[in-house]
């Protein structure tokens, strides 16, 4: 384990400091990149399918990510401005639903992003 600028101790698989939030600070040379154990084959093997466990897909939910859920919520709650603007085409609707339509999408691909694609 190593230890953040704030005092936080950090454990080898979160990338970021969990009290400030701030990046994992890059190992200088005379830290090493990994324990002191060299992998083999059937230890990347059982990390992968601890990682698997642990809920890495698109279906599961993360420090960073929202579980199925709160993903249908989401895309329920930034659907229904869009809602409201069709609704009120006319006289200042159109605007809506032309800038909806532009920020629409990347709402959805962002909310239903796999956390290990962020």
């Keep these: 384990m ?14 970021w ?8 600070p890059v ?3 005379l830290e090493p990149l990994m324990p002191d154990v060299v992998p083999t ?14 809920g890495v897909g698109r279906w599961d939910a993360t420090e960073v990510t929202f579980g ?4 249908i919520l ?9 809602l409201f603007f069709l609704r009120n085409i006319l006289p200042f609707g ?7 339509l532009a920020v629409y999408p990347r709402f959805l691909r962002d ?5 290990d694609r962020l």
Excluded: D, K, M
């Design 2 to 15: 190593s230890t953040c600028a704030c005092g936080a101790s950090l454990a080898h698989e979160v990338n």
């Design 17 to 24: 400091c969990l009290r400030c939030y701030q990046p994992r």
């Design 27 to 29: 190992p200088t040379a």
């Design 41 to 54: 084959s059937s230890r990347v093997a059982a990390e992968g399918l601890q990682r698997r466990r642990q």
């Design 68 to 71: 199925v859920p709160g993903r």
């Design 74 to 82: 989401g895309t329920i709650l930034v659907t229904l401005p869009l």
């Design 94 to 100: 159109f605007v809506g639903v032309v800038t909806y």
């Design 111 to 115: 909310l239903w992003r796999r956390s």
